[in-house]
Structures are given as C-alpha cells and as structure tokens.
C-alpha cells in the first residue's frame, strides 16, 4: 500500500495576490460589491495574481476595477488571508492582501468574463452569500475600517 507522503505533490510554492472589498453607503446601509460563479456557486470579493513589478497596490486596483467594471480607489489596508490548495504537482500557499476601497465611478454591468455576476449586496447579505469564512472575516475588516473613515 503506498504511503500517503507518496501520493503528496511533492513541491510546496509561495502565491500572492491582492484585491478589495468596495463599500458604499445607500439608503442608510453599507453595500459591498461581490463577484459570482453560476456554475459552483461560489461567492467572493475580487483579486488577482500581480503583473511582473507591480506593486501590491496597483494589482488590487487593477484586478478590482477588472472584475468588477467599477473605478476604484484605496481608502485602507485591511489585512491579508492565507490558504493553501493543490496544483499539479505542487501545494501552494496563497497569500492574499485586502483594502477597504471606495467607488468613483465606472459601473457592474462592464465587468469582464471572470466573473457570471458582480453585483451590490447589503452587508448582511453579503455574510451570508460569501463562500468561505476568510471572506466573511475581511467583511468584517473592511466594515470596520469603513466606520473608522466615516
């Protein structure tokens, strides 16, 4: 019977990406935009893998504005996530850097393919539609910090 270090990848990498969670007040409440797959079900916040020498911040940015069809900017750091998956091969640890980020323009409707449905969600619903509790902690984050710069 073979071992299970046998059936393992044998490689373990380093991964990093960056994204944001976009707030906005509306009618009283805080709205926070989430990207959506039909075909798994899975409900996130949008973030990308760095072009080659951009920084972290330009690649949250970027990848927002991307997947999400909005102009953005960066109010605030609001932490990093970490988790690991299996590749070819390989195990890799991804690293994920989030910012508190607010719209100033653009509109969901222009989003690129990645993505079936990027929408605004009330903050409630969005706990409840996110896919992964490292998700529901940085909405936690960035509510947080959207209160310190209220």
Known sequence: MPSIR???????RNAVAAGGVVVRER?????????GR??????????????KGEEIE????REV?????????????IGTTDYWFAAPGE??????HFFL??????????????????????????RRLL???TYRDILDRALAAASEAA
């Not at 046998?6 to 373990?12: A, E, H, K, Q, T």
């Open 65 to 77: 504005e991307e997947e999400t069809g909005l102009k953005v900017r960066i109010l605030a750091p």
């Open 91 to 96: 195990r890799v640890h991804k690293f994920v």
């Open 58 to 61: 330009d690649t949250a940015l």
């Open 27 to 35: 009618e009283g409440k805080r709205e926070v935009v989430l990207t």
């Open 6 to 12: 046998s059936r393992r990848p044998g490689r373990v």
């Open 101 to 126: 980020m607010e719209p100033t323009g653009g509109d969901v409707s222009r989003h690129d393919h990645e993505y079936d449905e990027v929408r605004w969600v009330p903050a409630d619903e969005a």
């Open 38 to 51: 039909h075909s798994d079900g899975t409900w996130v916040f949008p973030k990308g893998t760095p072009d």
């Open 131 to 133: 896919s992964f509790d």
